[in-house]
């Protein structure tokens, strides 16, 4: 009887583990990058801090690591995951001074950032972006430690995503920012509706975390949501939906952030709506409006540049007070794609104009060739290019 137990103990506990999961995964990238400036364009007292021309490069790895019980076991489920980013930049950007202490600094409730080298024009930085625990069941999910909380609607710009707001100008960052937070979900039942709560701290005090309740539906085939919440001294009310017009995609977002201390922060209304369309001929294009009482009717020049390497929030989205946003994409083949975005201030003194083709050479190989270019008003107030930057990829996935 014992023999027999044991046995069963012993082929039981190696059924558990069989039902485990381990795995890992990534990429490696090399992006290189020309930058033109027009150098009359820029204020007398920057023109010798910025050179007309100059190229940066960059190598990016990242490793994916995941081990946790597999779906196909059923109820419940859970995970440990793990993403860890190593980047190598040389070129004139990361010989400028302040750039090894900008990418080293970690907004996160635990600094898991780290720069190998001391000195020269070579940096090398490892981070840890992904680390958490994830439980769920049903009715229920839980993740804690850092993690991306998802709660936007619109495609590029989010008012509602207060814990990890991204930055479509860094194109390169697919994962997109997290955050170290508990989020906890519970699903009501009927298929779409749910509650979630999420709590992120801050190493600064109360006063500067976050905390926020998302109450999701539909309603008449219109996916919405609810947000109230907690950051960095405001209190957060808004919400946005999701839903169709004759075909046409239509979707917005909105948030009031209302000040609890003038001095810390000011209040401020954005909001986001759009629309988008799938042609006959495969061409994908979508229009979108973005209003940010923050943002500046004569944004400067140095806003504009900061686009490409600051961390967004979603309380001040974007420098302009008022954006048109256009998109398009097709699939020229199976293999070749062509995107083209344009960002444009309401007067036309600004605009960012970001195209980009791609081409697919293997199932875990691909190359990508993409500019952005920011346009401002010369001395005679005509439209001129500003700044413009060609980047390349080649990427390789395993």
Sequence with gaps: MKKSLSILLILMGVSAFAQREFTVGGYLKYLPSQTWVNKGLIPPFLQDAIPASYDDHLIHNRLNFSFGTQYSAGPPWWSVEMGVRNRIFYGYQSSVVGFRESVDSDPGLVDLKHVWNDDGDVVFLSEIDRLFFHYETNRIALTVGRQRINWGIHNVFNPNDIFNQYNYFDFDYEERPGTDAVNFQYNLGDGYSSVSLAYSPSTNGLEESTLAALYKSNYRLY??????????????????????IGGVGFKGEFA??????????????????????????GI??????????????????????????TRLSSKNIFPYRHTLMLTASYNLTSLWALNFSWFQSHNFDQAAVVPGVTYSISNNWDAMILAQMFTARDAEDNPALFNTTIFGRVKWSF
């Design 223 to 244: 996916d919405y949501q609810v947000l109230v919440g907690y950051t960095y001294h405001d209190v957060v009310i808004g919400g946005g939906w999701a839903g169709a």
């Design 256 to 281: 009031q952030y209302i000040s609890t201390d003038e001095v810390e922060s000011e209040s401020n209304f954005t909001a986001t709506i759009g629309g988008d369309y799938m042609f006959g001929n």
């Design 284 to 309: 994908y294009a979508s229009l979108s409006y973005l209003y940010n009482g923050l943002g500046s009717l004569n944004p400067t020049l140095i806003e504009q540049l900061a686009l490409r390497n």
